[in-house]
Structure formats: structure tokens, C-alpha cells
């Protein structure tokens, strides 16, 4: 980071607009993301998170304002210390996995056999030992995918910045993406994470940004982010009638099973006194934060599954 002090941020965006034609897909955006954590960019469809991150490495000019990577504008020629896993998955798809993996290494200045030994090092952890010599083109999707993750993480960069790396992915491969995720991180290294995954969200990511038209709708830690949209959900086994909503809504509600949201200023103890007072027997009361889906819910009115695709 040549010689800057640990509160500098690793990535700066101040006052970035990005207009194609009369359209602004990114407006007036301001965030940093700090040393060592783990930050999600999450966002519908359109809403200029993949816009964002191409602008920060130069891919696109921005329309006006800064985007800085260790202080000052990436300049993928001398800056080797940014890994870059971009949406659309592309290598040299008729090449040998290994030859691939080993030139990507070498582009990031790595010595030949240096690179070939940690790709293959690499293949065996995510169970593609023996695809060394195969052709990329024979391999599956998430195959692929694990091999470009491969070349991300090469000579542990200090930035990583992930455009949707589980995408396609089923949950025992999920898990062992993340893990080499985590990893990365637990060595020092800055995530930027873009993620339909809510529960990623939750369990990775330090502090959030979620883009909307390409504003800020809110941006602070994942706990600050819940409690803006909501006091909280109770989950709640009980028998007898609920009593009429005072300063809460019933969203799922059965026979013996409940789910409740908290208006602001009732805290779940308020509602289990209501539930009390009512004659409800309460068998069970989970309260919990608002979840990252639910906000995510709120934000855009669709689930996060409903807004993964390609798109600005």
C-alpha cells in the first residue's frame, strides 16, 4: 500500500455519475470500503453495482467524480494486488486448465513453475486434480467457475472484488467457494463482494451498500442495515386467538404459528406482554433482526432471487 497508514480506505467513490446517453445509471455515489473487510454492493437488476465496479477499474470513464483504489485510480499494469472475478466467466476456453491457470500467473508477474505449482496445488483443494490437462471446454459451468476463481486468488491479492462467485452454484460447492473466500480475508485480504445471496450477506459481510437506480438507499454494517427497515421479526408457536396488532403486523399467520413484524418502538419484550396479557399461551417466541432478505424485500420489492441476472 506503499506507506499509507491502516485507516486509509482501500477503495474511495466520491461523488460518482455514470450517464450513458441522457440516462444516469449511477448518481452522485459516495462509499469506501476499509482495510480487511468484508463489503457487499448488493442491488436489483439495473441498479449500477456492476457499472460501479467496471468504472473503479477503469473499464468505463466516469461521467464525473473519483473512483480510487489504494488511494489513487487503478492501473491494472502496475497494480497486481487486485483480484478481479468479473459476472460473465471468461478464459481461453480450448486451452489446458493448467497452461491457463499458469499464464494468468505469469501475467501477475509470478515465475512459471511458481504459478503451475500453486494452480495445482489449487485444483486438488477444489476437487480438479486430475483436470490439469483437460480441456476448459470439457469441464462443467461450476467447474469453470472454480478455475476462474483459481486465477482470481493467485499470489493472495490484497483486494478481492467478486461479482456474484456462487452463482450457479449447489450448497457443497457454495460452501467451499466461501471457505476460500474466508480464507483470503483471514490472510488480510479486502472482499468486495456483489451477491443475490442474502444469508452470504449476513454471515460474510462486515458492512453493506445497497444501490437502488443508482443511489445509496442505505449503506452502513449489515446490523445498522436491518434495523433501518424494520425493529425485527418474532417467530412465534402459540395457541389461542392473537389479540388485535398493536404496534406490530402478523406477515404469516396459522393455526399455532406465527410470524410477527415489529413496528418501530415495540421491542419484542412489549409484544410477548401483549401476548400474555391476551390469554395466548406462548410456546415458543424467537425474536430475531429483520433478515437481509426481508430488507432486501422492502428495498426493491422482489426477492433476491428474482433480481440475479446480468444487468448494470
Request: hydrophobic share 40%; charged share 25%; aromatic share 8%.
Given at each position: 500500500?506503499?506507506?499509507?497508514?491502516?485507516?486509509?480506505?482501500?477503495?474511495?467513490?466520491?461523488?460518482?455519475?455514470?450517464?450513458?446517453?441522457?440516462?444516469?445509471?449511477?448518481?452522485?455515489?459516495?462509499?469506501?470500503?476499509?482495510?480487511?473487510?468484508?463489503?457487499?454492493?448488493?442491488?436489483?437488476?439495473?441498479?449500477?453495482?456492476t457499472?460501479?465496479?467496471?468504472?473503479?477499474?477503469?473499464?468505463?470513464?466516469?461521467?464525473?467524480?473519483?473512483?480510487?483504489?489504494?488511494?489513487?485510480?487503478?492501473?491494472?499494469?502496475a497494480?497486481?494486488?487486485l483480484?478481479?472475478?468479473?459476472?460473465?466467466?471468461?478464459?481461453?476456453?480450448?486451452?489446458?486448465?493448467?497452461?491457463?491457470?499458469?499464464?494468468?500467473?505469469?501475467?501477475?508477474?509470478?515465475?512459471?513453475?511458481?504459478?503451475?505449482?500453486?494452480?495445482?496445488?489449487?485444483?486438488?483443494?477444489?476437487?480438479?486434480?486430475?483436470?490439469?490437462?483437460?480441456?476448459l471446454?470439457?469441464?462443467?459451468?461450476?467447474?469453470?467457475?472454480?478455475?476462474?476463481?483459481?486465477?482470481?486468488?493467485?499470489?493472495?491479492?490484497?483486494?478481492?472484488?467478486?461479482?456474484?462467485p456462487?452463482?450457479g452454484?449447489?450448497?457443497?460447492?457454495?460452501r467451499l467457494?466461501?471457505?476460500?473466500?474466508?480464507?483470503?480475508?483471514?490472510?488480510?485480504?479486502?472482499?468486495v463482494?456483489?451477491?443475490?445471496?442474502?444469508?452470504e450477506?449476513e454471515?460474510?459481510?462486515?458492512?453493506?451498500?445497497?444501490?437502488k437506480?443508482?443511489?445509496a438507499?442505505?449503506?452502513?454494517?449489515?446490523a445498522?442495515?436491518?434495523?433501518?427497515?424494520?425493529s425485527?421479526?418474532?417467530?412465534?408457536?402459540?395457541?389461542?386467538?392473537?389479540?388485535?396488532?398493536?404496534?406490530?403486523?402478523?406477515l404469516?399467520?396459522?393455526?399455532?404459528?406465527?410470524?410477527?413484524?415489529?413496528?418501530?418502538?415495540?421491542?419484542?419484550?412489549?409484544?410477548?406482554?401483549?401476548?400474555?396479557?391476551?390469554?395466548?399461551?406462548?410456546?415458543?417466541?424467537?425474536?430475531?433482526?429483520?433478515?437481509?432478505?426481508?430488507?432486501?424485500l422492502k428495498?426493491?420489492?422482489?426477492?433476491?432471487?428474482?433480481?440475479?441476472?446480468?444487468?448494470?
Amino acid at each position: 500500500m506503499g506507506g499509507m497508514t491502516d485507516n486509509t480506505p482501500v477503495i474511495e467513490v466520491r461523488n460518482f455519475t455514470m450517464r450513458f446517453g441522457d440516462k444516469a445509471v449511477v448518481d452522485d455515489l459516495t462509499f469506501d470500503v476499509r482495510p480487511g473487510e468484508t463489503f457487499g454492493l448488493l442491488g436489483a437488476n439495473g441498479s449500477g453495482k456492476t457499472t460501479t465496479v467496471r468504472a473503479l477499474l477503469g473499464i468505463y470513464t466516469p461521467t464525473a467524480g473519483e473512483l480510487l483504489v489504494h488511494g489513487r485510480p487503478f492501473d491494472p499494469a502496475a497494480d497486481y494486488s487486485l483480484g478481479y472475478l468479473p459476472e460473465e466467466r471468461g478464459l481461453y476456453r480450448k486451452e489446458r486448465v493448467l497452461d491457463v491457470m499458469t499464464y494468468f500467473g505469469q501475467l501477475k508477474g509470478l515465475e512459471r513453475t511458481r504459478a503451475a505449482a500453486w494452480s495445482q496445488h489449487f485444483l486438488e483443494r477444489v476437487d480438479l486434480g486430475d483436470k490439469g490437462n483437460a480441456r476448459l471446454t470439457t469441464l462443467s459451468g461450476g467447474q469453470q467457475q472454480k478455475v476462474q476463481l483459481g486465477v482470481t486468488i493467485m499470489d493472495n491479492p490484497s483486494l478481492l472484488i467478486l461479482d456474484e462467485p456462487t452463482k450457479g452454484f449447489d450448497p457443497v460447492n457454495r460452501r467451499l467457494l466461501l471457505d476460500l473466500v474466508e480464507a483470503q480475508r483471514a490472510a488480510g485480504a479486502t472482499v468486495v463482494i456483489i451477491t443475490h445471496q442474502m444469508e452470504e450477506v449476513e454471515r460474510l459481510c462486515d458492512r453493506v451498500l445497497l444501490l437502488k437506480d443508482g443511489r445509496a438507499e442505505a449503506y452502513g454494517t449489515v446490523a445498522d442495515v436491518q434495523d433501518a427497515y424494520g425493529s425485527g421479526i418474532v417467530r412465534l408457536h402459540y395457541a389461542g386467538a392473537l389479540p388485535e396488532p398493536h404496534g406490530w403486523r402478523p406477515l404469516t399467520r396459522e393455526r399455532n404459528y406465527a410470524e410477527i413484524e415489529l413496528g418501530e418502538g415495540t421491542d419484542a419484550q412489549v409484544l410477548l406482554r401483549q401476548l400474555v396479557d391476551a390469554g395466548v399461551e406462548v410456546r415458543s417466541f424467537d425474536a430475531s433482526r429483520m433478515s437481509m432478505e426481508q430488507v432486501f424485500l422492502k428495498v426493491y420489492g422482489q426477492a433476491p432471487d428474482e433480481a440475479e441476472g446480468a444487468a448494470a
